[in-house]
Every structure is written in C-alpha cells, then in structure tokens.
C-alpha cells in the first residue's frame, strides 16, 4: 500500500503557483520523497525527488518538512500542460514505486 | 538520447492466449522494471531486474514472469490471459535500480 496521502483534486490558474502537498507521516529515516505526473495515457514522468533537504530543477521545488512527516511539491508557473495527476511517492533506495491514487491537478486559463 | 522505448503500443488478445511485451531501457541504464496500470487506478509494481536478477516482485499470479536480457532490454509474459489482464503495461529504467526511473509510454492491452 501507499504510504503517503494525498488529495483527490486541486485546481489552479495558469501563471500562478501551484502548491500541491503530501504527507507521509509513517516514512523513515532512509526513505526519499519521490513526484511524478502522468498526463492522460502517456507513461509516468520523473520531476523531483529528495531526503531532507529542499530540492529545486527546471520542472519543480520540492519543500520537505523538518520532521519529514510531509512535504509540498511547487510548480511555480503553472501552465495548461501542467495538467495531469501527481503521485507523491515514499521510497528506500532500490526498492520499487508504489504508487498511490494521487492528485489530480487541473490548470485552468 | 532515446528514451524507454516499448513495444508494441497496442495489442488485442484473447482470453486463454499468452502475450509477451518487450522494453528498451535508457542506454546506460541496467535496472528495469514492471508495472500494470489499470483505467482509474495508479501503476502497480509487477518486477524490478537490476543485472539480468530479478530484485522485487509485486503481488503478482505466477501468470506473470519477465526476464532481463545481456543487452538489459526486458521482456514481460503473461500467461493464460484473462480479462482483468486489460491495462496499460508500465516499463521504466533506471540506472542502478537505486535512482531515479524514467517510464516508457507504455502497452495497451486488450484482452477480448
């Protein structure tokens, strides 16, 4: 099962930030927060990943509690192609994904 | 750079038939993995391979086998195929098996 817990849907405007959160409440020491999307029928897509600290790349910021029970993934500008669901995902190294139901995130103009 | 390559896209097969779906992974990549996703539901793990072993397997029937090949491409068999079987076929690379994992765009099967 997935150890995470995520809402069922958000909503946001094109060109703002879209601040989607996960929590995680169970996750241990050794275990990395993991975000992919999936755009209708295409296969999942990697954006961020991290352990403790805050992470940032071209897609995403990932924001991680100081007590790692949750954390919020940030796309800063949010476009229509944004749309897609979100899987918040708890890992060890080496071991597989377990996805859960995920956010479903809709930009709207 | 090639990504995860799959093939085929689609596929219609029959209860009873056999199917095998075939991935490409990343080049450089060793690991690769499985995963169904049915309409409505998010992936769910069949296997992982890293080196040609198998490293994880998910709550799978024994229908269900893969291999991972020399070249690290991996094949995916389903046996006995039942209608439930119906799902989008997952395949993702990573490096290690410890990294980030990058999916292909997937097999559609049908089973009719």
């Known amino acids: 099962d997935a150890k995470t817990t995520q809402p069922t849907s958000m909503d946001c405007a094109e060109g703002r930030a879209a601040n989607l959160p996960c929590n995680h409440s169970t996750i241990s020491g050794n275990e990395y927060v993991y975000w992919y999307r999936q755009i209708h029928s295409q296969g999942p897509q990697y954006i961020i990943h991290?352990?403790?600290n805050n992470e940032t790349n071209e897609m995403a910021s990932l924001i991680i509690t100081e007590d790692r029970k949750s954390s919020t993934l940030i796309l800063p500008h949010a476009t229509l192609r944004d749309t897609a669901v979100y899987y918040c995902?708890?890992?060890?190294?080496?071991?597989?994904?377990?996805f859960g139901k995920g956010t479903t995130l809709s930009v709207s103009s | 750079d090639a990504g995860v390559t799959q093939s085929p896209t689609h596929l219609i097969k029959t209860r009873g038939q056999q199917v095998t779906l075939r991935c490409s992974p990343i080049s450089g990549h060793k690991s690769v993995s499985w995963y169904q996703q049915v309409l409505g539901q998010g992936p769910q793990f069949i296997f992982q391979?890293?080196?040609?072993?198998?490293?994880g397997r998910g709550n799978f029937p024994d229908r269900f086998s893969a291999r991972q090949f020399p070249n690290y491409s991996s094949e995916l068999n389903v046996n006995a195929l039942l209608l439930g079987d119906s799902a989008l076929y997952l395949c993702a690379s990573s490096f290690r098996g410890d990294t980030e994992a990058f999916f292909g765009q997937g097999t559609r099967l049908t089973v009719v």
């Open positions: 391979y890293y080196e040609k072993e198998e490293r």
């Open positions: 991290g352990l403790k």
């Open positions: 995902i708890v890992r060890e190294a080496g071991t597989a994904l377990i």
